[in-house]
């Protein structure tokens, strides 16, 4: 199943793309949340191990299930839709942690079809941090940006990179963006 209305903002952590996605959502577009945060929050707070510095394979799974899930609920929308990462995502992670790969996860990614042209965020240090659910450091998101890129345009998917401007700008930009 394909929608077109749903585009996928994807990179690294830290690279803005939540923080564009709530500006997307203030501006009346429908959003989805990246469900890894929500996982790891659940997880620390129902002291489940869940998490990917303590089960990578658990906590992967419940990306996928949620990623389905979101997808699903969503699919006869026909508004515009902005998702903060995709099913692809979790394939690119379990890429870059070296973990196997379930068949479920590459039958979904070829099923599960978002808008061709995805929206990548580029590593960019001056506003990358350190939190309680984001643990890695710089070098992994510049190594996730490009595991993820590799990941989408294999799937068929055209990579359409967002500059580093203001977070405003940088919704503005996607918004008014020709390929989209």
């Given amino acids: 199943m394909e929608n077109l209305n749903f585009y996928i903002l994807t990179g690294g952590p830290g690279s803005g793309k939540s923080t564009v996605l709530k500006l997307l959502s203030d501006m009346g577009y429908l959003t989805v949340e990246e469900t890894g945060r929500n996982i790891i929050q ?7 191990d869940a998490v990917p510095w303590n089960n990578v394979s658990r906590y992967a799974r ?15 929308v026909q508004k515009t839709c902005f998702f903060d990462r995709g099913i692809l ?34 590593p960019w240090e001056e ?32 990579t359409v990179i967002v500059p580093h401007l203001t977070p405003i700008n940088r919704a503005q930009w996607i918004i008014e963006n020709p390929n989209k």
């Fill in 42 to 48: 659940k997880q620390i707070k129902s002291l489940g």
């Fill in 62 to 76: 419940l990306m996928f299930l949620h990623a389905i899930t979101d997808f699903e609920e969503l699919v006869h």
């Fill in 89 to 122: 995502d979790i394939l690119g992670y379990c890429r870059l942690i070296n973990i196997p790969i379930a068949t479920s996860l590459k039958k979904a990614a070829h099923e599960y079809r978002y808008n061709p042209k995805v929206f990548l965020f580029p």
């Fill in 127 to 158: 506003i990358y941090t350190n939190d309680t659910e984001r643990k890695q450091d710089f070098k992994e998101a510049e190594r996730t940006y490009h595991v993820l890129k590799n990941v989408y345009e294999e799937f068929g998917y055209q």
